[in-house]
């Protein structure tokens, strides 16, 4: 398991359709608009009137799939695809999803996971002493095997079982010769929504922007608890549980998911404005221009300076050619790796005073790599405005961030980062601000959202990860009477 944390980094992304000529080419498309969420791998599997087809491999999806041959080979009119940033397990070919299994009734089927699961330790030796065999080491595949194990009678109701056995964070799309079935755990942690193609064919995905990539129309989110089946009949909405309390997580829409994205509801960029205008009314200051850190943080730059006045420029450009998330094994590899991505727009910065805006910051890299630049540029003060609360509790829903020990916000006050990353001033969002930008998604405590990495307020039991995190807040003095909401 990765115990290091290094940068913030994505979390897989998933695409399925059933019904379409074009379905792994529609697959691959989607996958492309989803590439932001994992960057490690990609693989996608085809259903030809019950044959199965894989490919898949470790890289960028241009990279997997930059022979041609390769998409010939995925015929059908049915394919999943996923797009792997690893949580668990190791960073091998034999983790990048769809897994495939062998099954008695319905002979095969596939497998695409994104989140976490909180009980995998418990879950792989609970199996091994059924002898099971693993295909892999990550906890994605537990579920397919819970599948296999099951003295239920039939596939769907095998995989309730076993979704009900499950823990943790999980957005699921499974393939048989004759279903695409999706599922979401009892939180909904991660985005999971509906499209339909105007020739019928029936799309589900992670996030909104890969419907509008492939020209399909929103229908609606995959709901907490639901198992979604589509075949040739049509759809069909089942249950594995109905005790079940929204609580997707903040991080997308802060950070994961793309501007362009639609997640229950509420656009990610106006949702990412209005985080900027919260944090400019919370941490007012005079300067002279606003600027953000590309990518990610530029919708929340845009709503800071919307909301206090002072103009937006581009004082920082970011190069095309460097993937999104630079993960590198060393600090020094990581300073260079940011020192690649992004550079200064002389002209802009030169003489001003400047807020500066980013949506996060992890281990500080980024903000004190930028700061000294753009104070070597020329500027003559650099407020940091951070368009989220302090990151200091790990989480184990899906983001690779499952120790506090190289969390700079869990390890040191607000004034000492500001004077580590050598700002002039430093303020960060608070909850109550993050959860009012986002919007209520509904009137229990949590407010739909999770905000445990902020707040130490985990909606669930956390199961192998417990004995870990008592640890850390132990050792910290992070957070007197962190609780779980049970
Ligand atoms: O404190 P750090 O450890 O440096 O991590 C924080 C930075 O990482 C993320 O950006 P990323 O580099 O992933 O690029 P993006 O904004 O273009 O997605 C995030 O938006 C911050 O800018
Ligand atoms: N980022 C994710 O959603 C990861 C899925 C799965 N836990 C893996 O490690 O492959
Ligand atoms: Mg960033």
Redesign the pocket.
Known sequence: MPNEVKGLN???GLFGIWGSEHAAQLTYDGLHSLQH??QEGAGIVSNDHGEFHRQRGLGLLAEVFSDPQKMTTLTGQAAVGHV??????NHGVE?I?PMLFDHPQVKQFALA?????TNANQLRQELRAQNVTFQAT???ELLGELVQVSNQPDFISQLKAGLNHIRG?FAYIMMTPTALVAALDPNGF?PLVIGKMDDGATIICSETCALDQVGATFVRDVEPGEVVIVNNHGMTIDHFTTDTHLAICSMEYIYFARPDSVIRGISVHEARLRMGANIAKEAPVKADVVIGVPNSSLSAAIGYAKASGIPYDMGMIKNQYVARTFIEPTQAKRARGVSMKLSVVKSVVAGKDIVLVDDSIVRGTTSSYIVRLLKKAGAKSVHVRIASPVLKFPCYY???IQTTKELIGANHTVDEIRDLIGADSLAYLSVDGLVNAIGELNDTTNHGLCTAYFDGQYPTPLYDYQAGFDEEVARLGLYEGVQHID
């Open positions: 994505e979390e897989c969420r994992g792997r940033y690893a949580t668990a397990g983790n999803q996971h994104n989140g976490n699961l990550s906890d994605s964070g991660r899906g983001i690779d």
